[in-house]
């Protein structure tokens, strides 16, 4: 059974950092990430970051600059590193990964950006 971690979300003031890791455990060949996703209160869920097998990679024009997405070493964990955090970053995150047959998402991670 395939499972996604979330870890790394949590209290930051404005100009602070964060690095979101998600890691799929469970019997799988490889994973095929492709990308993170985050949801304020009260609004849709929106695409932040994509990241294609041949490492190419995409962000939302609102974290363009200051947010990466990458894939670790042991390929089957996804990080999104979050720089320069704004109040408006305050949302869930959420991972999405394509593993065997189906798409997988993370638990969910609150990021709160605050002073």
């Known amino acids: 059974q395939v499972q996604l971690v979330e870890s790394g979300g949590g209290l930051v003031q404005p100009g602070g950092s964060l690095r979101l890791s998600c890691a799929a455990s469970?019997?799988?060949?490889?994973?095929?990430?492709k990308g993170w996703y985050r949801q304020a209160p009260g609004k849709q869920r929106e695409l932040v970051a994509t990241l294609t097998s041949d490492g190419t990679t995409d962000y939302a024009n609102s974290v363009k600059g200051r947010f990466a997405i990458s894939r670790g070493n042991a390929k089957n964990t996804v990080y999104l590193q979050m720089n320069s955090l704004k109040p408006e970053d305050t949302a869930v995150y959420y991972c999405n990964i394509f593993i065997g047959s189906r798409d997988y998402w993370g638990q969910g991670t609150q990021v709160t950006v605050s002073s």
């Open positions: 469970g019997s799988f060949f490889s994973i095929y990430p």
